[in-house]
């Protein structure tokens, strides 16, 4: 008899490190718009997404707002849209400077964006004024998340393929977490996989995760990697 999927829909957020530029056209003058060009960093396969459709793009705003705000405006201003887009609510932190934002996800030409910005602005969402940027910040999204566990604390992605997620026994700091992912890619002879650092919110308490974006049929290369963070974590906190 065949064991019944485990499907799971939660909320969560994502923690990664990528190179972020300004976007200079194709905005609302004078608005601040950062997009990532390399969303996946450490990671170089054939199943990459393919320019020219934009990349992760991060609207600033000139104030906080929650999640759920954003998640309500979004719901609304999609209804009047003819395409589709991804949002979800988030912070950038920059060495001298951080930034509440939005992350804007699949969006099929830049054309779109000023409609999506007039938008926001329309139900109350106001954006900073432009700042030219090219360096890596530090994003955490707060989004949701539909997985399969398809063993003991390891995920398979359902909404996008090649990501994976492990749990972790504890959580770590993010200079540990960097300075664990540069050992196991360092101990690997091949190290093609992108990590992000993460959350899921459970009915038993909160889920620490790696995120990892690797070849699909790899899963013997997600459980070596999975096996070395938790050596890694035994080793430093035993």
């Not at 969560?12 to 960093?41: A, C, D, M, R, W």
């Not at 104030?63 to 009047?80: G, L, P, S, Y």
Request: charged share 25%.
């Amino acid at each position: 008899m065949s064991q019944d999927r485990i499907l799971l829909e939660t909320v969560g957020y994502i923690k990664k490190e990528q190179t972020l530029t300004t976007v200079e056209n194709n905005i609302i003058p004078n608005s601040f718009v950062l997009e990532s060009q390399h969303p996946f960093p450490g990671y170089h396969g054939a199943n990459l997404p393919e320019k020219p459709k934009p990349g992760s793009l991060f609207l600033i705003l000139a104030d906080d707002h929650t999640a759920e705000e954003i998640a309500r405006i979004t719901k609304k201003i999609q209804k009047n849209l003819q395409y589709d887009f991804n949002a979800s609510e988030g912070h950038i932190y920059f060495k001298t400077s951080n930034y509440s934002c939005i992350r804007i996800r699949h969006l099929k030409s830049f054309a779109f964006l000023p409609e999506i910005q007039r938008l926001y602005q329309d139900n109350g969402i106001s954006f900073a004024k432009q700042k030219m940027i090219d360096s890596k910040g530090l994003i955490v999204i707060n989004k949701s998340f539909y997985v399969e566990e398809i063993e003991d604390g390891l995920y398979n992605d359902l909404e996008e393929d090649s990501k994976y997620y492990i749990e972790l026994p504890k959580d770590l700091p993010w200079d540990v977490f960097l300075e664990f992912t540069t050992n196991i890619k360092n101990n690997l002879d091949n190290s093609d996989f992108a990590v992000a650092q993460g959350v899921f919110y459970r009915k038993a308490g909160i889920v620490e995760v790696v995120r990892l974006y690797i070849c699909e049929g790899e899963m013997d290369k997600v459980r070596t990697i999975r096996k070395l963070y938790a050596d890694l974590i035994q080793k430093k906190y035993k």
